[in-house]
């Protein structure tokens, strides 16, 4: 099936709802913790409290206690050792305040990343195909990993930083108001224009920085595009041509670091000396000030305030860094949301599959035993029973993937129970999009499929599913044991019954030649089976479904004729008795299909038997006389 993927991995670097985006995400942290969050707000204000305490204190110490002592003949320490335990109580508080808040946001950013990734994955499941058909695999994923890792870094440090910084601001700032009015303004005043230099430098050096990620990213991708494609590199033997191109962008990226990081070690001094000389400063105009009785100053309290004019830049400085940081996690959290909020696949279905069996009077009645007498179960009153027999009928079936460009026209078929159905046709003639219809991957547009006589619609869709077994061209197997990964198609399913199902899709006798049999571990996508040996695994799971409808995508790849052989012995025994579907892409293998549905841009053209088909000298004939090219 050609996916039509939407590539929009261009990460968003702003989120589009700051506001919107920030409240509900408070709103779903608050939700999950609300009382950690209210101990460690308390927390953070006490300890941003204790600090400018702490400071503000210098001056009673000086004043009140050093001061003194100076002017004595026989000084007594006592009450200046008993200030100074005071001192170091309120600091010690406000490193308690610290640890606690700290601790707590860890905690609670490791629960927010938990339930996030856990609802994001549930929600998932639950997405129709043509969400998958819109975001490819790498966006998604990058919604599992990187957003919710800077998530996690927003809740654990970034926000409570910035509330901290902010109650330091304030608290820092009402001291120095309380020391000194007129020094508070100048250094305001001071502080308003370092600011304004700074960011003046920051964006300069901001221009640099985003070339040289820019720079990285090239480089990042060429190296992922070339491993990916190592195969055709080797093969085409374009070594040297590759190592040319690489060494084209890592000499820009060079460049770019050279620039990015000669600036920094320019401009982060100069920033980081800007709190050294708005000190300096003040101690010289607030000293100046104070002799000149401008404004009346202690010493304790120019002490103090410098101190604190020390503790006011900090916070300034985080506030800032503390944004950038946020809302680049908001854009994250924007994306996260964007997945939690897409509609999930709607399911109106009312009818199930049940088991049923005779009750003593003889009639039919639904059961949770094993009974393997399958029948849908119509809810009404009185319940009705349908028996499963495999019945699939399209009536003028109509579909289109997006509105307008329609790819199934007017299909109608019956594949009666047990039949087998082929669909040939040129590529992209819609054989793989007219099986989707059936398990209702995509919704028709208009039209009808039924099953047993009943609308899928009406049909719960894992109850249709379940009634369905689907061999796909593409093998997906898992990390874990073969008797697991068969076990997939039936978790019900006991090792004897896994067992039974290899044998009968012809996979038993290479499983039995692996080291451990039923019990080796396949790693990953089963790069360490053969193509071959993939698809009998991909039959044995379908087999042990035990569907009554089947749908076999025909592995195009080609494999040994002797596994080609088992694989097609192993498909021939799976589909006895059952309706099969099968999208044939070598006619060889469906001669003795019932009906063969010939199928050109989405519209039946020609239907019936291999002898009927070929007697029409019509679109079949050519295809199987090779006047026609059918990949
Ligand atoms: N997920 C999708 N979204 C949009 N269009 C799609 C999607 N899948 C298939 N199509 C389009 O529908 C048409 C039929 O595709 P389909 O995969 O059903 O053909 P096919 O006969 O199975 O081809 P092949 O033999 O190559 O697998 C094609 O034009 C294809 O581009």
Redesign the pocket.
């Known amino acids: ?4 993927s939407n590539n929009n991995r261009g990460r968003a670097r702003k989120p589009e709802h700051t506001w919107r985006t920030l409240g509900r995400l408070l709103q779903y942290t608050f939700a999950s913790s609300r009382t950690m969050w209210v101990v460690s707000i308390i927390s953070i204000i006490v300890a941003a409290l204790s600090a400018s305490l702490g400071s503000k204190f210098i001056q009673t110490l000086i004043d009140s206690y050093i001061m003194p002592l100076t002017k004595e003949a026989t000084p007594n320490f006592a009450p200046l050792i008993q200030a100074i335990a005071i001192m170091a109580a309120i600091y010690y508080t406000g490193v308690i305040g610290t640890g606690i808040f700290t601790q707590l946001q860890v905690i609670i950013g490791q629960r927010v990343q938990k339930q996030i990734r856990d609802e994001m994955f549930e929600h998932m499941q639950s997405l129709p ?2 969400y998958f ?1 819109r975001n490819d695999v790498g966006d998604i994923m990058s919604r599992y990993t990187n957003d919710v890792d800077t998530l996690m870094q927003m809740i654990s440090q970034s926000i409570p930083t910035f509330i901290q910084s902010l109650f330091n601001m304030v608290f820092v700032l009402i001291m120095m108001i309380l020391i000194s009015p007129l020094l508070t303004l100048l250094s305001l005043v001071v502080l308003g224009l370092s600011i304004i230099f700074v960011r003046v430098l920051f964006s300069q050096s901001s221009r640099y920085f985003s070339a040289q990620q820019r720079a990285l990213g090239t480089v990042n991708g060429y190296a992922e595009e070339i491993l990916n494609g190592l195969k055709v590199v080797k093969v085409f033997s374009h070594e040297q041509a590759v190592q040319k191109q690489f060494d084209t962008y890592n000499s820009g990226l060079r460049n770019d670091s050279a620039k990015a990081n000669a600036y920094a070690t320019m401009v982060f001094p100069i920033m980081g000396n800007m709190s050294n000389l708005l000190y300096v400063l003040t101690a010289v105009v607030g000293g100046t000030l104070a002799v000149n009785n401008v404004i009346t100053l202690t010493l304790g309290g120019l002490a103090a305030f410098l101190q604190l004019s020390r503790g006011f830049t900090q916070p300034v400085a985080q506030i800032s860094q503390q944004v950038n940081s946020i809302i680049m996690a908001l854009a994250g959290a924007e994306r996260i949301f964007g997945l939690l909020d897409e509609k999930p696949e709607s399911d109106d279905g009312k009818v199930t599959l049940t088991n049923m069996k005779k009750d003593a009077a003889g009639n039919l009645v639904p059961t949770k035993e094993h009974t393997e007498n399958w029948a849908w179960q119509v809810p009404g009153t009185p319940v009705k029973l349908v028996p499963v027999q495999g019945v699939v009928e399209f009536k003028d079936v109509n579909f289109s ?2 509105p307008g ?1 329609q ?1 199934l026209h007017d299909i109608n078929l019956t594949a009666k129970a047990g039949e087998k159905v082929a ?1 040939v ?10 099986t ?1 219809m059936i398990n209702r991957f ?1 919704d028709i547009d208009s039209g009808q499929i039924t099953y047993d006589g009943i609308d899928i619609r009406e049909i719960k869709k894992a109850d249709l599913r379940r009634s369905l077994a689907i061999v796909l061209q593409e093998t997906n197997l898992f990390t874990d044991t073969i008797m697991n990964n068969i076990r997939m198609g039936n978790l019900d399913a006991t090792d004897d019954e896994v067992i039974a199902a290899a044998k009968l899709a012809n996979a038993d006798e290479f499983i039995q030649e692996l080291p451990k049999g039923y019990q080796s571990t396949i790693d990953g996508d089963g790069s360490d089976l053969s193509q071959g040996q993939r698809q009998l695994l991909s039959i044995a799971r379908a087999a042990v479904a035990d569907p009554p409808v089947m749908i076999m ?1 025909e592995a195009t790849a080609s494999i040994d004729t002797r596994t080609e052989r088992a694989v097609q012995a192993g498909m021939d025994n799976l589909m006895k008795g059952r309706t099969t579907f099968v ?1 044939a ?1 070598r006619l060889s293998t469906i001669f003795n299909s019932d009906l063969i549905i010939v ?1 050109d841009h ?1 519209k039946i053209v020609e239907r019936g038997n291999h002898e009927q088909l070929m007697a029409q000298h019509g679109e079949y004939y050519q295809l199987y006389t090779g006047s026609l090219v059918l ?1």
């Open positions: 099936m050609r996916g039509t195909m043509s058909d993937y997006y460009v790819i669909f046709g040129a590529t992209g003639a819609g054989k793989t999009t007219i989707s995509y995508d999208i892409h199928l989405g990949e």
